[in-house]
């Protein structure tokens, strides 16, 4: 692209003439200049390009503190305007005042592309500031993964230290980027164990800001004795955080005085306790309170049940999708009442109804089939792989894996990238942070499954939601039979009198079991409308044109395990690399 060419822009602007001068007392350039930053700062690109034909010099002058205006460009991230300053001969290696380089400032702000771009026009990534700080200590500012598997494709370490003797490791524990500390202590491209000048470990920069879940992280993969190491002032990470106020440091402090105490060769394995506890509350906590009321003979069982299971709900508000350790474990209480529900209901069809029905054979032989049905694809759905994918997908033009390099250009999706698994993925594949992995046409994350549904096991789920709703269906039946044998003579209401006073187990699962299915229907009639246009709850079109014929050729393909009859052309061009 040639810089003097307008016909890149596809419009030519009028020109406008601007006075010259330094403003009085404050080197910040001429107003030309000026005018110029102030384009960089909107993103005017037609702005930027008509200014610098003007007066091309004005790439060459330098403001506040000896900054470019590829500086600027830079720090603001406009691949566009980058280019231009670029073509009319900015120096990707002037320095300001601080001896920062425009390429210093291009990883600060972590878009790798237009390091890249500095790169290609000869940008300097061996260049360090005026306290030693490089490209990849710059990135860490910002946690740029992006950059830092740029970095690493053009065989830079992330232990190199800087003036304070301080890696990137330390820079991303000062500000909180958690992808960026797990990309630095995958592979030990970063140690743990450096020490900056004031004789401070990750750990201890960590523990001083308050990153609860970035010190949980280091102590997890350490021994408890790390703990107790001090910096040069004598401080250990404890007493840092005792230091400072704020909610991570509240949240820290009593984790770091449990580990604290115990033997400094014990390897943190995290909150088992409190994750069994999460799942197994919802079964003990039904099964006490029937428990209780049949064992104890008590009349008012409705409303001991009802009571106790306000109580239950009212912790579960409280309950998020993650823990609140500070590990962050994912929440396994929904996963507990999805198999508390299988197990209660299964325990009073045998214990209680299953006596008064078994008269009826045929109807035994179903719900029995029916439950087997049931367990059958549970166990499926939960061990069937949803798709994983681990590598990176092939260069249509050249076949090779693609890297962090084939992506930073400009028609080219950054974000294909998963700075999380490092691999670059295809458009229809999604990373899940809680399973920590990426998944082919990923549909969602089951908090009841506490895994992934994608390709791998997609129609297994819906297969397995519908055996779950036609086991709620006839245990609710066998319910009913069980209420007209036992109160023959009762109306509805009576029915239910007697039921909440004295048959609070039976009552309260019908209940349950009611809310259930009417919440099992809604969710199932959603994932087939999904299905039925080829679509999943995370890649899905605005609307569909198939019509009624090929959306339910779809449904039956889908059931059958195959791929979709039909495919949106418009979903199609939506989701293509």
Known sequence: MSFKSKENF???????????????????????FQSLLTAISNCAVPLVHQLIQQTPSLVHEKGWHGQTALHKACLMGDWSICFLLLEAGSDPNALNDF??????????????????????RNGDLRATDKNGLGVTHHCSQTGSVFVMLYLESQGFSFKELDRNLQSPLHIVCQYGHVDAFKFLIKKQRSSIEQRDIDGNTPLHIAAREGQSYLTWLIISMSRCSIL??????????????????????????????????????????????LWYSQ???????????????????????????????????????????????????PNPIYAGMFGAGIF???????????????????????????????????????????GLVTQSIHDKETGKPMTIVDLCVPHRKIDLLCVHC????????????????????????????????????????????????????????????????????????????????SDGWVLSMAVMNIGSLIWGVNLLRYQLSLVSKGYTTVFKGSESILTSNERLLNIMYFLMGYEPFAQDPLFCAQYAV
């Not at 704020?246 to 770091?256: A, C, D, M, R, T």
């Not at 990373?431 to 990923?442: D, V």
């Open 99 to 120: 001896d920062e380089t425009p390429l210093l400032y291009a990883c600060k702000r972590g878009l790798a592309s237009n390091v890249h771009l500095l790169v290609q």
């Open 10 to 32: 596809g419009v030519e602007h009028p020109k406008v003439t601007y006075p010259t001068g330094v403003p009085g007392g404050v080197n910040n350039g001429s107003v030309s």
């Open 228 to 273: 107790h190491e001090r910096n040069k002032a004598g401080f250990t990470p404890l007493d840092l955080a005792k230091q400072r106020d704020k909610y991570g440091h509240k949240e820290l402090i009593p984790v770091l005085e449990y580990y604290g105490k115990q033997d400094h060769s014990l390897v943190p394995k995290g909150p088992l306790g």
């Open 279 to 329: 799942l197994l509350i919802p079964g003990l906590t039904y099964g006490s309170l029937v428990g209780g009321v049949y064992l104890s003979g008590y009349q008012y069982q409705g409303l001991v049940i009802l009571a106790g299971m306000l109580v239950f709900l009212w912790y579960l508000m409280g309950n998020y999708h993650r823990m609140s350790h500070i590990s962050r474990w």
């Open 344 to 386: 209660h209901s299964s325990l009073l069809y045998f214990v209680q109804i299953l006596p008064y029905t078994m008269y009826n054979n045929l109807l035994t032989l179903v719900c029995l089939s029916l439950l087997c049905a049931l367990l059958y694809f549970y166990y499926k759905v939960l061990t069937v792989d949803p």
């Open 422 to 501: 490092n691999i670059i993925r295809s458009s229809l594949t999604k990373h899940c942070k809680l399973c920590e992995k990426c998944f082919y046409q990923m549909d969602h994350h089951c908090l009841f499954l506490l895994r992934c549904v994608a390709k791998g096991n997609h129609s297994m789920f819906v297969w397995f939601i519908t055996f779950v709703m036609l086991c709620m269906l006839i245990f609710l039946g066998n319910i009913a039979m069980y209420c007209f044998i036992v109160y023959p003579d009762k109306s509805g209401g009576e029915m239910l009198y007697y039921m909440f006073w």
